[in-house]
C-alpha cells in the first residue's frame, strides 16, 4: 500500500470577508496581550473571521513550541498590576471588573509576595482568566498553582491565556450593549406599585408582585425581574390576574397544606401558603404544599429561599403553557416546567432554580428583543425545524434541556404540578390564557425540617459538604453570586427603553 500523505487545508482568502492583512493584525493582535505574531500567523495560514477563528488562533499557539509559548507568557501582566508591568487597557478593564484595583493592605502584600516567588520559580508571571470571579478566590488559585511542577503549570497558564483570549474575542463580537439608566431600588419598587395599582390592584397583591419582580431585578434575574411588569400589567387588565385576590386555606390531610390562590398572582398566594407550610414543615419534619388556582410568572428561587430561612429544604415545581416539544415530537405540550431548591446555610441559602427548558423563556424574550442569535438546540420553529433566531422559537416549540432526559423530568413536574396538585396541565392552561402568556395552574412545594429527619447536625453536614465542593476549582455554589448582590445598596441598572415604559405605566414622566 504506498504511503497516503495527509494534508490539512484552510479556508483561503478569497472566501474571507475583504480584510487586510494589517486590518486583520489592528483587530485581532491584542487578544494574546501583547503578542501580535499570533494573528499574523493565523492570517498568512488563512485564517477568516467568523466562529472558528477563536479555535484557529488556539491552534497558532499549541503548534508555536515552547520557546514561543514562554515569549506569550511573559508578554502577560502580573495580577492586580505589580512588579512595574503596564497593564494593557483589556488587562486593566478585566482585574478591574475582579475587584484587583481595589485590593487590602494585606491582599496587595500577599499578591506582592506571590507575584515575586511565582516568576522566580517558572520565570513568567502567574497568569488566570479573572472575569467572574472575587479576589478571594483568585488568591486561592495563585496559592495552589504556585506549588504546581513546572510541566504542569506551563500547560496550565496556556489554557487560562487561551480563555483570556476567547472572553476578549467574544466581547469583540457580541452584539452591542443595549442602553440602561440608574435607578435606586426604593424608587424602582415604588414606580412597579404605582403601575399595578393604576392597573387595578390592590395594595396587598400590588406589594406582593412589585417585591418579587424587585427582588430577581437586584438578583440579577432579568429575566424574571421589571421586564415582567408590561405582561403582568396586561394580564390583570385582561382579567387572567385577579390583582384583589384573597388566597385561603383548604382543608387538607395533614401532610399537606392546601391553597387556593383566588386566580390571584403565586407571589400574594404565598404570603398565605408560605407560613402556613413553614409551620406544618416544622411540627411534622416534612410537608408539602399544593397551590392552586394562580397565575406563576415570576422566578420561583424567592420561595424556596424564603423557606430555608426557617431552616427548611425545599423544592418547588410548576408547570405553566405549551412552550415545549416532548423528545421526539413536535407539538409544544409541555411548559417550560422549573423547578427551585434551597438549602439553609449560615452565610445564605444555597438556592437555585432552572426550566427544564434549554433555556428560560423570558431569556429567550429578551433575545429577541435585544436582536440576538440563540445556540442551536433551544428550539425549532412553527415547522419543527432547528432554528437560532429567537423570534421563529417564540412562534415555534422550545426543546427540553438534555435532550430526553430533560423532557422526562418536564413530564415529570406536569404529572406533579398539574395532576396531584389537581390543576390545569400545561396544554388546559393554554386555553385559559388565550396568547396573554398568562397560565392558571399549580404549584407544588415539598419542604423538609433536616434536624428532625437527619437527626441533630444535620445542618451543619449540608454545609460541610458545600463547603467541600466549594473547595474544587471551578466549582461555584448556587446562589452565592445572589448573596453578594445583594450586599449591594446601590442603584440597579434598567434597560432604558424598559424604565420609560414603567414610568408610563405608573403615570410618570420619565
Not at 273 to 302: I, K, S, T
Not at 344 to 371: E, H, L, V, Y
Not at 386 to 399: E, F, K, V
Request: proline share 5%; net charge negative.
Amino acid at each position: 500500500m504506498p504511503d497516503i500523505a495527509i494534508v490539512v487545508t484552510s479556508t483561503t482568502h478569497k472566501d474571507a470577508p475583504t480584510v487586510n492583512r494589517e486590518t486583520f493584525v489592528a483587530r485581532y493582535g491584542a487578544l494574546y496581550e501583547e503578542s501580535p505574531w499570533v494573528a499574523k500567523r493565523a492570517y498568512d495560514g488563512g485564517a477568516v473571521e467568523g466562529d472558528e477563528l477563536a479555535q484557529t488562533l488556539r491552534t497558532v499557539v499549541e503548534r508555536a513550541g515552547e520557546a514561543a509559548h514562554l515569549e506569550l507568557l511573559r508578554a502577560h501582566p502580573d495580577l492586580a498590576g505589580k512588579l512595574e508591568v503596564t497593564l494593557t487597557q483589556a488587562s486593566a478593564a478585566e482585574q478591574t471588573g475582579a475587584g484587583l484595583n481595589q485590593c487590602s493592605p494585606d491582599e496587595f502584600e500577599e499578591f506582592q509576595r506571590l507575584n515575586t516567588a511565582y516568576k522566580e520559580r517558572f520565570g513568567f508571571p502567574f497568569i488566570m482568566a479573572v472575569s467572574g470571579f472575587d479576589r478571594q478566590t483568585i488568591l486561592h488559585r495563585f496559592r495552589e498553582r504556585i506549588t504546581n511542577p513546572r510541566d504542569d503549570e506551563l500547560r496550565t497558564a496556556l489554557s487560562e491565556v487561551h480563555k483570556i483570549a476567547g472572553l476578549r474575542l467574544a466581547a469583540m463580537t457580541a452584539h452591542p450593549a443595549v442602553p440602561r439608566v440608574p435607578i435606586a431600588r426604593d424608587t424602582l419598587y415604588d414606580l412597579v406599585v404605582a403601575a399595578l395599582q393604576n392597573a387595578g390592584a390592590d395594595a396587598e397583591n400590588a406589594s406582593a408582585i412589585a417585591q418579587n419582580m424587585c427582588a430577581a431585578e437586584a438578583a440579577g434575574s432579568e429575566s424574571h425581574g421589571v421586564f415582567r411588569l408590561p405582561g403582568t400589567i396586561n394580564g390583570i387588565e385582561r382579567g387572567k390576574i385577579n390583582a384583589q385576590a384573597r388566597p385561603r386555606l383548604i382543608d387538607g390531610p395533614k401532610a399537606a397544606v392546601i391553597v387556593d390562590g383566588d386566580y390571584g398572582s403565586a407571589t400574594t398566594a404565598y404570603r398565605v401558603a408560605l407560613p402556613a407550610l413553614a409551620q406544618r414543615a416544622q411540627d411534622q419534619g416534612a410537608a408539602v404544599l399544593c397551590l392552586r388556582n394562580v397565575v406563576h410568572f415570576a422566578a420561583m428561587w424567592p420561595e424556596v429561599e424564603w423557606l430555608a430561612g426557617h431552616r427548611l429544604v425545599s423544592l418547588a415545581m410548576t408547570a405553566n403553557l405549551p412552550y415545549v416539544a416532548p423528545h421526539g415530537g413536535r407539538k409544544a405540550m409541555f411548559g417550560t416546567n422549573p423547578i427551585a431548591f434551597a438549602v439553609p446555610r449560615p452565610d445564605g441559602p444555597m438556592a437555585f432554580d432552572f426550566a427544564t427548558s434549554a433555556m428560560a423563556r423570558g431569556d429567550i424574550m429578551i433575545a429577541a428583543r435585544d436582536g440576538r442569535q440563540l445556540p442551536l438546540g433551544i428550539g425549532v420553529d412553527r415547522n419543527g425545524a432547528p432554528t437560532s433566531d429567537p423570534g421563529s422559537i417564540l412562534d415555534g416549540a422550545q426543546l427540553a434541556f438534555g435532550d430526553h432526559k430533560g423532557s422526562l423530568i418536564a413530564l415529570m413536574v406536569e404529572l406533579i404540578a398539574a395532576g396531584v396538585v389537581g390543576d390545569l396541565f400545561s396544554d388546559e392552561a393554554d386555553e385559559f390564557a388565550q396568547d396573554t402568556g398568562m397560565p392558571r395552574g399549580g404549584v407544588f412545594i415539598l419542604s423538609l425540617d433536616p434536624e428532625q429527619l437527619g437527626g441533630a447536625g444535620a445542618l451543619a453536614r449540608l454545609d460541610a459538604y458545600l463547603t467541600r465542593l466549594a473547595e474544587d476549582d471551578g466549582v461555584r455554589i448556587p446562589g452565592a453570586q445572589r448573596i453578594r448582590r445583594r450586599k449591594d445598596t446601590g442603584p440597579l441598572m434598567v434597560q432604558s427603553a424598559l424604565l420609560e415604559t414603567i414610568n408610563s405605566l405608573a403615570g410618570k414622566k420619565s
